[in-house]
Every structure is written in C-alpha cells, then in structure tokens.
C-alpha cells in the first residue's frame, strides 16, 4: 500500500473518530474509503469494525456513573449482545465478496437514513419517557430485539447506535442519560465481540488497522475536547450528506 493511501486512511480514521464522539456516524467515512483505496469488502468492512473499537471506549467511560443502575438490565442483556454481535461477524464472514459488495449500497443507504432520522428518533424516546405508561418486562421481546440489533451490529454496524435507542426506548422506562449509558455499553459490547471473533478470523489487514486504531483515538480525543463547541447537528448532515453521495456512487457502480 503506497504512502499515500496510509496517509487516507489515517485521516478517515480520526475523522470516523471524531464524527463517533460528537454525533455518530464514523463508518459512513471509513468504510467507503477502505473501498476507495481497493480492500475488498468483507476485509475493508471487518478492518473497519476492529480498528474502530477502542474508540468506542471513551463514550461508555464518561457515563460510568449510570452503571449502578443499569447493572440488572446489562446481566440480561449483555450475554444477548455478545452473541448477537457474534452472530452477525459469523453472516459476515460467511458472505462472499461479491454478494456483499451488492449490498453495500443498501447497507450504506440504510445506515445514512437511520443517521438522519436520529433526531426524531431520540425525540420520540423523551415523548415516550414523559408519557404515563409500564414499562414492557418482558424479557423475551426485551432481548429479542437486542438480538436483532446485535446481528446487525455485528454484520455492519453503521446506524447501530439509533437502533439500539429505538429498541432500548420501545422496551424501558429510564431517563435519556440512562438509556445513553446503556445504548453505549451495549454498542461496545456487540462490536468488541464481533472485532474479537473478526481477530481469529485471518480477514483482519492488520497493518491497516493499525494505522485506523491510532487515527480514530486522536479523533475521538479531539472530538471530545470540542465536544462543548462545535454544534453536532452540521456534523451530522455532513455525514448524511456524505452517505447518500457514497450510496449514489456505489447504486450507480453496480
């Protein structure tokens, strides 16, 4: 791989990691540019999952107060996630290239829509939280749809954040900071096990990732030190713009 294309991937990386710790979305940048610099896409889509996850880490460390009282639903739910992020790495590992690379229009689509719909979507979780209602106990619906979540989490991933409020608002009655905490701990758990099981699985461009690990930690540090001025709503249309322009290129290449 040329200089150059190191030098790009580094810089998506910490752009992935910075959009991540002010509004989400990060995959949205790297994965098309894996794509761009010719990885394939099975390896350019489990690279980016790997080298990705450690900076996942400082989001769930910011809200560790709200542990305490996640810790009955996170001894439910995390077995759930884990697997469920398991699950999805083995469909992954299990799609040939070609047939991923026909849906990757899709995916990118889908993430880019989820991404902008995150607006609505948190509001309706507040909506839902100041309404007088039970909360849904039932554990099977409860861990079902984690696990749903989590196969896609762990397949793909992009959009897994919204998903995971959507699902974590329809089935709990919590605060949003609460429900923060848990959507993180979640999320880091279904991606942890995917990279874990992605690092046994001789996909993994380790040298790529390497470069994306330190790329999205400093952007993930620069982002959290701007995090209080910079407004993450025109980060987030930027990125939204830049998923539908990637899905358009990738419709139209097919």
């Known amino acids: 791989m040329?200089?150059?294309?190191?030098?790009?991937?580094?810089?998506?990386?910490?752009?992935?990691?910075?959009?991540?710790a002010m509004a989400g979305g990060g995959t949205l940048i790297s994965f098309p540019v894996l794509l761009a610099v010719g990885i394939s896409p099975v390896v350019a889509n489990v690279t980016n999952t790997v080298a990705l996850v450690p900076g996942t880490i400082g989001g769930?460390?910011?809200?560790?107060k709200d542990f305490k009282s996640?810790?009955?639903?996170?001894?439910?739910?995390?077995?759930?996630?884990i697997v469920g992020g398991v699950a999805g790495g083995l469909l992954i590992?299990?799609?040939?290239?070609?047939?991923?690379?026909?849906?990757?229009?899709?995916l990118i689509l889908l993430a880019t829509l989820l991404l902008a719909a995150q607006v609505r979507i948190k509001n309706w979780v507040v909506a839902r939280i100041g309404q007088a209602h039970t909360e849904h106990h039932n554990p099977v619906v409860m861990m079902g749809l984690v696990f749903l979540a989590a196969i896609y989490g762990g397949y793909f991933g992009a959009g897994l954040g919204v998903i995971l409020m959507a699902v974590l608002g329809l089935v709990t009655d919590e605060t949003m900071t609460r429900l923060n905490f848990l959507k993180q701990a979640l999320g880091f758990a279904i991606n942890l096990a995917a990279a874990i099981y992605f690092a046994f699985s001789g996909k993994v461009d380790w040298m790529v990732a390497f470069v994306m690990i330190f790329g999205s930690l400093l952007g993930g540090l620069i982002g959290g030190k701007l995090a209080g001025k910079m407004q993450p709503e025109v980060l987030r249309w930027i990125v939204v713009a830049a998923g539908l322009v990637a899905s358009t290129v990738f419709f139209l290449k097919d």
């Open 93 to 106: 590992l299990n799609t040939s290239e070609d047939a991923f690379r026909n849906i990757i229009p899709y």
């Open 2 to 20: 040329s200089v150059f294309n190191e030098i790009l991937i580094f810089m998506a990386a910490m752009a992935a990691g910075f959009i991540n």
């Open 60 to 64: 769930m460390w910011s809200q560790r």
């Open 70 to 81: 996640q810790y009955r639903r996170l001894l439910k739910l995390l077995p759930v996630a």
